[in-house]
């Protein structure tokens, strides 16, 4: 198994039928105080701590509890922040433990939400306060899913030494697609032949007080 991915493994039967139980024995329901989601809410079986060299169904049922997705996206916010040192190095397969998800190339999204930022300074040369997404599809939809949302993702920035260091937990401020301010970040950085769809203003969690009840989902542009 040393060639699966994180993600493998949590579809991995032995993990599916772990996290059943865990389901069945909090008996279906969110289990972090003061949940509001809705009922029938997609649920989450939540790690409370990662340990080397164990797989996820490894884990005794006191480290597993039940979260709806709202729920299991703040609690490991909430992890992440605690376990990781700004401006450290980590390699790239720690990262998932550090997690508790594979984290993908620039935005990583898992159950409708961009959760994780991993970021090359050769196309974002101001990361993390400013990004510069490309011009795929599938980046643009990712750019703009994280574009509309309030929550906070942790960010890391590749170092010269191949070690990706946490740069704090950051979300997008604002957003534009105005091609003269494209032109502008092309010109500055001499980005001539990199494609960019669109330029992503970041605010961190220092900055942030907390999201408006009126705000959350509300799409940000400039």
């Known amino acids: 198994m040393p060639n699966m ?4 493994k949590l579809r991995d039967p032995r993990w599916q039928q772990v996290r059943l139980r865990v389901f069945e024995r909090d008996g279906w329901r969110c289990q972090r105080a003061g949940c509001r989601s809705p009922e029938f809410t997609p649920l989450a079986v939540h790690h409370r701590r990662y340990l080397t060299g164990l797989e996820p169904w490894e884990y ?3 480290d597993l509890i039940t979260f709806c997705e709202q729920c299991h996206n703040l609690q490991h916010n909430l992890t992440t922040t605690r376990l990781l040192s700004e401006d450290q190095g980590y390699p ?3 990262l998932p433990a550090l997690l508790g998800f594979e984290p993908q190339p620039y935005l990583t999204q898992r159950e409708g939400q961009i959760v994780c930022a991993c970021i090359k300074l050769e196309y974002n040369p101001d990361a993390p306060a400013i990004l510069l ?3 795929t599809d ?7 899913l994280f574009a509309g949302q ?3 993702i942790p ?3 590749k170092a010269r030494n191949g070690r990706w260091e946490y740069r704090g937990h950051w979300r997008v401020d604002a957003v534009t697609t105005n091609t003269a301010e494209i032109a502008l970040h092309r010109r500055v950085h001499k980005l001539r032949h990199i494609p960019i769809s669109m330029v992503l203003f970041m605010t961190s969690e220092s900055s942030v007080v907390g999201p ?4 959350l989902g509300k799409p940000k542009s400039i």
């Open 92 to 94: 790239w397969v720690a």
């Open 138 to 144: 599938e980046i643009i939809a990712r750019s703009e």
């Open 5 to 8: 991915t994180y993600r493998q």
């Open 60 to 62: 005794p049922a006191s």
């Open 133 to 135: 997404p490309g011009d």
């Open 150 to 152: 309030t929550q906070l």
């Open 212 to 215: 408006s009840p009126l705000d």
């Open 155 to 157: 960010i890391f920035i």
